[in-house]
């Protein structure tokens, strides 16, 4: 909501003194957000006065007809002869009164005026436009001032308002009062504790004012109050004035002739929507009702729109003429000869109006309004002002009848405890603060129990007010929010962590520690993403959610795996000239979840939800696993005046995902296998230990090429994701080591396997041979070539064995070995190598 | 006893002749102070006085002299073998100075060249600003909670007093997710971390005090100051007797464990369906501190010279989202807030451009470290 402040002062009787800046200052303090303040005409300086055309000599031989003026503006000029001025503009005759930039003034955008020659003559200033001015848009000329306006050589700031302070305030949903001048001057006049007069105190009809327009509501929970004024004899020629014009363009609303002008404004200062019809396209009896379902109008923008019963409609004997709040029909509009105007002001159901407007999407003015819920009270006043209005400004002569139909049940007192502010603020406030000020913000408050509770009764304008809370809120801001202690809070001794939170930080500094840099992707995919990665079409991994509004219409999809918005973040890298990359992530995929309900239950809100109704609640939503996923390419270990590098390999991803389970604790069994979106001959599913055998968690190795050129990655980069929670679940707490001080031995063997035994299974066999002696076993060396047959490698490993409580014999040393080199042999096929 | 050995062979025991010792001990002497570096004084050492040296060997055969001889013998070869011994400890101090002045001089190498054989990895400041935020209130006895990103409408929006046709669930830019037939699933992508309010109600015993840092999403554009996918850090109490006062006190102590003590916050009046009263909060530029107001001439740029930064939106829980979640408000109350991480991050490091977070440009990260 734009407010200019001038036009605030008016209702709110402000300390002259204050700037606006303070005022901003003051209301933000009671929870207006002011988001800036503007210092409008600030910009222009210098003498800007009336003139008056004294003579108009038309220029022929240019481009445009140009006109050479005589202005008129009286002792401004220091000499009081008449200014000779040169104007392009032709909205204009002798004898007019004119706004005049004399030499030496500056106008917005820094345009500075002087005397210089154009056209041939010598030109002394500018007759000024309203664009010109910043007051209004307006290309249809310069500004004619109305004849008695102020005598020539008036300076022109004043009248015109050239210099005005606008507070533009981001009105918060509770707050739809603060939607108009009037509720902001309230609350400008509440904080500084001064005058406030209701621009809605007109001269109201009689009560018993009958013989409006026939007019019905069907149902008073769609419309409470509904008014309606006429008037007749309306002059559509009649202009807007400029004040008027000045004041809705400074609220943002453009000037489109005096009676659609009239309603905006009476909106803006009252913040009551208003429409106007053509009393005379009207048929017959008015009824407000909910729409049928398929019901159509063409509304005020030539759009045919198909309606809805959460629609409020206007109707006349011809059917719906308006969307109630939301949006006027055409064939009813005000037009360029409309003399008979009916103005209608309404309570319209905010949550219908919202309904209405989401579904159309037509967010107006009015709809903003209504959803925040206007007063429920003003409606006769709003139209009385605009009928006054008309008959001020355009002729009109004012309906005697009035049609005003009040459905509104009286609004029920809320009990409230008097020490309840207090006791939500923590300030122990002096009895009779809340009283004083809810009754500032205009609510009525009677006594009961001796003064403990306090019966407030909200008034018509703050249908937020409804509960002990946002009463408490009225008192406590008022009183300020500045004025409340910090205490420090006292929490019961808490656990730290727990395991799963300490686990992803040592997963994060693990894989940074290895020299992985962490991204946090977005976790929108498309199907380009799932092709790149090469997913059949019955990989699990494309059962993925879908969003209704993706931003980005090609990435609509809920991630099921980290690794596109890993190889994208590697790719920008690469493409960024960061060609050894290694990034790593942690969060959420999401999974559907299998046989769910197609849409998850609304509980009540009025009471707990049961364990059952939990149930269905968290039956409907997906599976969210954390992963954890690593990508990496160019060099590992970069080369440099020691000597080559080490480029990244399956290996090292492998390795990232043994960091990850050291982290926690597991142990990784290393298998090969098959799985996109890895190369097919080096890949490796990886395991960890569970309670009914060994667990899947995920996959690491080299990338298939066809990833790699779908993403555009560089050859051979290697990735691994795992399933976090399932990585955790595996990790046991770390039992502490006997350290045995007693001598190792150490004993090699080389073994020959073929070259399709996997070293895995040949360390697992000489582990489970060699028994509780060894220590520990290390592949020291894989051979091909002459020494061993074609098919066939030699593995070179380094026993070491050692006993708790002794040190051992050579013999008991050569049995172990081989009992290992025997189970290696009768597990793999392997050969000891001579 | 055994009789006294008179028997003794002369030539055998020439070793311990005077002069022969003397000459044992000269050659010795002589021998160390020719060595040149500690290599060749090793040597030395070993020929002269090791346990095969004349010397020693000498020694040995003090036993076998008569006894009257023998303590003259031993006098002699023990002298000899201390001034030898002597004089390589002197000779050693000599040459390890000389090293040390000369041969570690020579074996200089340039210290400056690089070693960056291995790429330094870091982690996400997002990640570690929010775990340093989540972890000031864990210094205070505050638990961290959790809660899914693919949430429940009930659980964004109506458990939290957003009411169905209330502009308030309009203007909060949902992302929402079909169903499995392109309908509507109830599911929407969190908008804040507020529902994890309601979840730690459900899920705990009272009173309740957690954190709750967590990934957000809104329909917004990616531009420099918001991101469609952002973090956020929730706070909850729920306890008897918890006022506003509380609130207060909360804030001011992460403001001043992330930001330095002694910065004054302000709370201004807002609105939000789940707490009521509601307040945003700013925090004193730490910067500036307020310096910069109405002075042209010094602007300060981590506040735009308003002197204040806001940091977050909070306020006394609304009795509603208690009684949805199954709490009598009559008995607890509660207070709530949500901080920015993005925000926090942005001020606290000088990060200019939301772009820097989310694209994963190893410059920005790394410059980071571990932890923040
Ligand atoms: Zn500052």
Redesign the pocket.
Known sequence: MRVPVSWLREYAALPAGVTARELAARLIAVGLEVETVDELGADITGPVVVGRVLAIEELTGFKKPIRYCRVDVGAANGSGDPQNIICGARNFSEGDLVVVALPGAVLPGGFAIGARKTYGRMSEGMICSATELSLWEDHEGIIVLPEGFAEPGTDAFEPLGLRDDVLDIAVTPDRGYALSVRGVAREAAAAYGVEFRDPADVALPAADAAGGYPASVADAAICSRYVLRGVTGFDPDAPTPLWMKRRLAMTGVRSVSLAVDVTNYVMMELGQPLHAWDRARVRGPIEVRAAHRGERLETLDHVKRTLDPDDILITDESGPINIAGVMGGLDTEIGLETTDVLIEAAHFDAAHIARSSRRHQLSSESSRRFERGVDSAVQLAAATRAVLLLEELGGAVVDEGVTHIDLGAARQPVALAERHAARVAGVDYPKGTSARRLREVGCEVAEADGGDTLLVTPPSWRPDLGDPNDLAEEVIRLEGYENIPSVPPRAPAGRGLTSGQRLRRAVGRGLAGAGFVEVLSYPFLGERDLDGLQLGAEDARRRTLRLANPLNDDEPLLRTTLLPGLLKALARNVGRGFGDVALFETGLVYLPREGAPERAPMLAVDRGPTGEELAAVEAAIPEQPRHVGAVLAGDREPAGWWGPGRPATWADAIEAAREVAHAAGAELVVRAARREPWHPGRCAALYVAGAEGAVLVGHAGELHPRTVAAFGLPARTAAMELVLDLVERAGVRAAAPEVSTYPVATRDVALVVDAAVPAGEVEAALREGAGELLESVRLFDVYTGEQVEEGRKSLAYALRFRAADRTLTAEEVAAARAAAVAAAAERTGAVLRG | MSAPNNSFDPVEVTALHPDEVARMREEALAAIAAAGDLARLKEVRLAHAGDRSPLALANREIGALPPAARSEAGKRVGGARRDVSEALKRRQAELEEERDARVLVEEAVDVTLPWDRRHRGARHPLTTVAERMADIFVGMGFEVAEGPEVEAEWFNFDALNFLPDHPARTMQDTFFVESAAGGDSGLVLRTHTSPVQVRALLGRELPVYVVAPGRTFRTDELDATHSPVFHQLEGMVVDEGITMAHLRGAIDAFVSGMFGSGLRTRFRPSYFPFTEPSAEVDME?F????A?VGDPDAP?R??G???W?EIGGCGVMNPRVLVAAGVDPERYSGWAFGLGVERTLMFAHGVRDMHDMVEGDVRFTSAFGMEI
């Open positions: 530029c910067v500036c501190r307020g910069s300060c981590t506040c010279s308003e002197g930064i």
